[in-house]
Nanobody, 120 residues
Framework: QVQLVESGGGLVQAGGSLRLSCAAS????????MAWYRQAPGKQRDLVAS???????NYADSVKGRFTISRDNAKNTVYLQMNSLKPDDTAVYYC??????????????WGQGTQVTVSS
């Protein structure tokens, strides 16, 4: 019911910056929160940052102070501004959205992912 399309991934040098975008379409009303996850080869998929419709944000400790998540509710788009990138940030980044159907019950949707590679 919700489609997510990520963009903005690529190859950057250590210390560089990159901005990821995720556009949601379909039944985008009642989306409670959107988030970015990442997964490196052989590792689990971890939360990078999340943001609620109201603007409350949460960040993984590893990216605090370097990454900023933002959201344009009118455009149903979430962004991840990544600064001071490190090689350890290399991963496939996935957009996630949670749409609440009723209090306490929601559906989770995932994008296809976008590759971020940080060279040393």
């Amino acid at each position: 019911q919700v489609q997510l399309v990520e963009s903005g991934g690529g190859l950057v040098q250590a210390g560089g910056s990159l901005r990821l975008s995720c556009a949601a379409s379909g039944n985008t009303f009642s989306i409670y929160a959107m988030a970015w996850y990442r997964q490196a080869p052989g590792k689990q998929r971890d939360l990078v940052a999340s943001i609620s419709t109201a603007g409350a944000t949460n960040y993984a400790d590893s990216v605090k102070g370097r990454f900023t998540i933002s959201r344009d509710n009118a455009k149903n788009t979430v962004y991840l501004q990544m600064n001071s990138l490190k090689p350890d940030d290399t991963a496939v980044y996935y957009c996630n959205a949670v749409r609440m159907r009723e209090p306490g019950i929601g559906n989770s949707y995932w994008g296809q992912g976008t590759q971020v590679t940080v060279s040393s």
